[in-house]
C-alpha cells in the first residue's frame, strides 16, 4: 500500500513537472486581445484569428530567421526564446530554398540572413515593439529613421542603398523580411500571371475596424483549389465586407514546403482551428505572437 | 517447319549495336565541353597606362559640380587595376582632396564607375554567361569585403561594390537557370551558387517531386525519404506502394527459386 502511494506521487510528481518546465508551454494571454473564428463566406469557409493590438499593445511580434552564434536552428531559439513568453501564435513567415534558407531580403535582430532581393513586392519590418510595417517595394520609398533623420533607401535600384540599408539594420538591430505584398492600401497589388499553384492558403492582414482599432488578422482559406490571386482576393473580400475592416497590407504566409503553424488558446492549451501540415522544427523562419 | 529469322548471332550483335549507340549518347550528355579550359580574357588588368586620376580630372576641368559628368570613365576603367583593392582606396582618396566638401558624392561616383560603367564592359560582352568570367568575377569580388574591414572608412563602398557583383552573377545564374532549369546539376553552376550563397545571395533552385526524391536517393537520405512518405503520401500510394514492394520481392523470389530448380543437381542424377 505504502509502495503504490509513493508511485502514485511520484506520477503525480512526474506529470506537473513535465508539463510546467517544458518550454514555451506554459501560454496565458488575456482572450479580449484575440479572437478566433470558423465562418463560411461567399461558398468559401474562412478560419480567422483577429488579435487586438490596442489599448497598451500588449499584443506583439516577433520574427526568427537566423540560428543562434552557436549554430542552433531557427526552432530551438524560438524555443528558448518562447520559455518565459504567453505566445498566442507562431507560423512559417516567408518560403525557404532547397538549402532552407529564406528567400528574398532577411535580416534578423541586425544579423543578415539573405540579401539576394527576390522580385516580392513586400518588405516586412518587425520592430522591438512587436509592431509590423510593410512597405511597398515598387513604390521605390522605403524610409526609415536613421538617428532622427528619415532616410529614404532604394534598395531595388542600387546595391550601394540596399547596402547602406543593411548596415542600418545591423546598427539598429532591425528585423525585415520579404515576402509577397497581396494587398497595401486596400488594393489588391497581386495581378494575373502569378503562379497557377492552387493550395490552401494562409495571409496575415493589417488593419483597423470601423472603430479605428488596429488589428493584426491571420486568414486561413482551407480549401486547397485556390491559386494565391484567387485567395488573396477573396481574403480581401471577406476582410473588407464581412470584418469590416480597412486593410492597410497583407501579405502571404508560407503553406507550402514550411506548412508550420501552432494556434494557443488564451488558457495555454493548444488550439487545432488552424494548424500546419508540418511540426514548428520543419520552418526556416517563424513569425510569433504573443502577449505582453 | 519454319526457318530461324533472327539467330543468336544476329540477336547479339544486334544488342551489342544498340548498347554501343545508347553508351555514346549517354557520353555525349555527360562529357559537357571542359569550360574550364576555355580562354577567358578578363579585363582585371588595366589596358592602358595608368592615369593620375586628380590630372586627368583637372584636365577634364572637374568640379564638384559637374564632376559626374566630366569623370573620364573610359580612360579610368582602361587604365585601373581592379585586381588591387587598395588601388580603389587610392583613387576615393584622391577624389577627396580634390573634392573634400562631398565626400560622400564621390564615393558614390567611384561607385557608379566600378558597377554601372564596367557592368557595360563586364557583362555583356560574349563570354558575360560564361562560368569562367562569373567566377573570375567571384573572385575578384570576394576581396572586397576584406579591403571593408581593413578601410573602415570605406566599408560601406567596398560592401556595396561586393554586393553588387555578387548580384551581378546571382541574376547571371538565375537567367541561364530560368533559360535551362538542368543547369542545376552542373558542377560549375553548382559551385557558383554555393559562391553566391557564402555570400548571402543565392540564387533558390526548385526541383520537381521526383527530381527530389532523386536528390535524395543520391545522397543517401532514405531515413529522411521514409519519413516522408508515411507522413505525407495518401492511403492508395501507401497500398501502390506496398504492392510494389510485395511484386518487387514476389519476382525475386521467383527468380531464386527458378535458379535453383535450374541448377541445383536432382537427387535422381547423383
Known sequence: MKLLSYFSLSVIALTASSMTLLPGDAKRYDCAYVETINVSYEQERYQVISMKRQPGNHVKAKYFAAPDALGGSVYNRYMRWSTNKNVILASSGTYMDKYRTPVGLTIDNGTLVNQNLADWDGLVIIYATGGIAVTNLKNDDLTVDDGGVATKYRIRNSSYDLQSFIEWAANNRATVFQTHLLAYKNKLTIFSGSSPNTAERRFLAVGKNEEGELYHVIVQCPSSGLTLMAGAQKALRFLNNFQNMDVTFMINLDTGAQDVFKLYNCSGTENPMIKGKLSLPEAANLLAYYYE | ?270
Request: proline residues 4%; contains cysteine; glycine residues 2%.
Open chain 2, 1 to 270: 517447319m519454319s526457318k530461324k529469322i533472327i539467330t543468336w548471332k544476329k540477336a547479339t550483335f544486334g544488342l551489342a549495336a544498340i548498347l554501343l549507340l545508347l553508351v555514346g549518347w549517354a557520353a555525349s550528355v555527360l562529357l559537357q565541353p571542359n569550360e574550364e579550359n576555355a580562354t577567358v580574357a578578363l579585363a582585371f588588368k588595366p589596358h592602358a597606362a595608368s592615369i593620375s586620376l586628380p590630372s586627368a580630372l583637372r584636365r577634364a576641368s572637374a568640379t564638384a559640380v559637374n564632376l559626374p559628368s566630366r569623370f573620364p570613365y573610359k580612360s579610368y576603367l582602361d587604365s585601373t587595376d581592379f585586381s588591387d583593392a587598395r588601388r580603389l582606396a587610392l583613387d576615393a582618396q584622391a577624389l577627396d582632396s580634390l573634392f573634400p566638401a562631398s565626400a560622400h558624392n564621390n564615393e558614390r561616383l567611384l561607385y557608379t564607375a566600378l558597377t554601372d560603367s564596367l557592368s557595360a564592359r563586364w557583362m555583356h560582352s560574349a563570354q558575360a554567361d560564361t562560368m569562367a568570367h562569373l567566377l573570375s568575377i567571384m573572385t575578384w569580388a570576394s576581396q572586397l569585403p576584406v579591403a571593408a574591414r581593413f578601410e573602415p572608412r570605406r566599408a560601406t563602398f567596398f560592401r556595396a561594390l561586393n554586393l553588387y557583383w555578387v548580384k551581378q552573377v546571382a541574376t547571371s545564374l538565375e537567367q541561364q537557370y530560368r533559360r535551362n532549369p538542368n543547369i542545376k546539376y552542373a558542377f560549375q553552376f553548382k559551385h557558383l551558387n554555393q559562391l553566391c550563397r557564402d555570400a548571402k545571395c543565392g540564387v533558390p533552385v526548385s526541383f520537381s517531386a521526383s527530381e527530389k526524391v532523386i536528390n535524395n536517393v543520391v545522397e543517401g537520405q532514405w531515413g529522411y525519404l521514409l519519413t516522408k512518405f508515411l507522413r505525407d503520401s495518401s492511403l492508395p500510394t501507401r497500398l501502390g506502394a506496398g504492392l510494389f514492394v510485395a511484386l518487387f520481392l514476389l519476382t525475386w523470389l521467383a527468380f531464386f527459386y527458378t535458379v535453383r530448380q535450374r541448377f541445383t543437381p536432382s537427387l535422381l542424377t547423383r
